[in-house]
Nanobody, 125 residues
Framework: QVQLVESGGGLGQAGGSLRLSCAAS????????MAWFRQAPGKEREIVAA????????YYAESVKGRFTISRDNAKNMVYLQMNSLKPEDTAVYYC??????????????????WGQGTQVTVSS
């Protein structure tokens, strides 16, 4: 098993940047594909970005492509989400998730086995 803890959320301004971190403990992170999801009030949880176990493959939702970057440091058991050019519609709770597979799959919530508790990101206009 792996335990995930997100940090780095908070209040950001439109056009600004935030960096989310996800710290993993338990089994080594390199055993998992990783992803960031988000859930806004009244909406379903949706994929933001995903990365394969060694970082060779990444995926981004259209809404964040060109603005967000997912990365990982397996030696440190960390996953990151750099968020630039923030928009008010990026406001959501952001979740780090791990999939017991080398690849991110089809970016659906049911494919991910372990989840963090979430971190709130609020973007003001």
């Amino acid at each position: 098993q792996v335990q995930l803890v997100e940090s780095g959320g908070g209040l950001g301004q439109a056009g600004g940047s935030l960096r989310l971190s996800c710290a993993a403990s338990g089994r080594t992170l390199s055993a998992y594909a990783m992803a960031w999801f988000r859930q806004a009030p009244g909406k379903e949880r949706e994929i933001v970005a995903a990365i394969s176990r060694y970082g060779g493959t990444t995926y981004y939702a259209e809404s964040v492509k060109g603005r967000f970057t997912i990365s990982r440091d397996n030696a440190k058991n960390m996953v990151y989400l750099q968020m630039n050019s923030l928009k008010p519609e990026d406001t959501a709770v952001y979740y780090c998730a791990a999939r017991s597979s080398p690849y991110p799959g089809h970016y659906q919530t049911y494919e991910y086995d372990y989840w963090g508790q979430g971190t709130q990101v609020t973007v003001s206009s």
